[in-house]
Structures are given as C-alpha cells and as structure tokens.
Nanobody
C-alpha cells in the first residue's frame, strides 16, 4: 500500500492550502481504510497529530488547528483531504498522511498495516 500526498507549498499568513492524500494498493488490494489523516513535524520538533478521521466518521483535531482546518474523506477514492485556512507561521511543517489499512495479498491473505505518505512541506511566511 502506498500513500501519495500533494498540495503543500508556500503561503502568507492568513492564507489557505488544501492537502490531498490518496492510497493505492499496488500489488495488494485495499479492503478497508480505518483511520486516515494527517500528522506534521516542524523542525526540531516531534511529529504530532493534526487531524484524523475514522471509518465511522469520527474526527479528531489537535487543539491548535480547531476552527481553521477541516479534514474530509472520499472513501470511494481512498483519499483524504485537509483544508487549511487562516494559516499561521507556526503551522509551518512537513505534513504526513497516515492510514491504517486492511489490504489483501494475491491469495486473499489479509494484511493490517499502518502506512505513511512521503510528506509535503507547508511553509507559512509572516
């Protein structure tokens, strides 16, 4: 399973960006994506949860982005989005897509995995 993220870039304070992340099975067949969401890691800092959506529709946001960021999913496309508004310099980080996936090998053996995307850089200038 591979996660492909896109949408990062440079934006001024108060601006907006939309991140996208799509999951593909490669040689495996994706059966179900449970949790799917975003983490971020700023320079010199630990990776932190930004927003997470589970299959049941429950959503968690870290407190610092509540009211500014919105996570959404298109389950038919195995894709998660993060709409980021009112961006602040402290939002500057590499954003990583994360997904917990049940996939199947060629012989229908189920595989449970926790996968990460390659990271996309978001830079907010003051």
């Amino acid at each position: 399973v591979q996660l492909q993220a896109s949408g990062g870039g440079l934006v001024r304070t108060g601006g907006s960006l939309r991140l996208s992340c799509s999951a593909s099975g490669g040689i495996q067949r994706i059966g179900r994506i449970d949790d799917m969401g975003w983490y971020r890691q700023a320079p010199g800092m630990q990776r932190e949860l930004v927003a997470m959506s589970n299959m049941g529709g429950n959503i968690d946001y870290t407190e610092s982005v509540q009211g500014r960021f919105t996570i959404s999913r298109d389950n038919a496309k195995n894709t998660v989005y993060l709409q980021m508004n009112s961006l602040k310099p402290e939002d500057t980080a590499v954003y990583y897509c994360n997904a917990k996936v049940i996939s199947y090998n060629w012989d229908d053996t189920p595989v449970a995995g926790n996968y990460w995307g390659q990271g996309t850089l978001v830079t907010v200038s003051s």
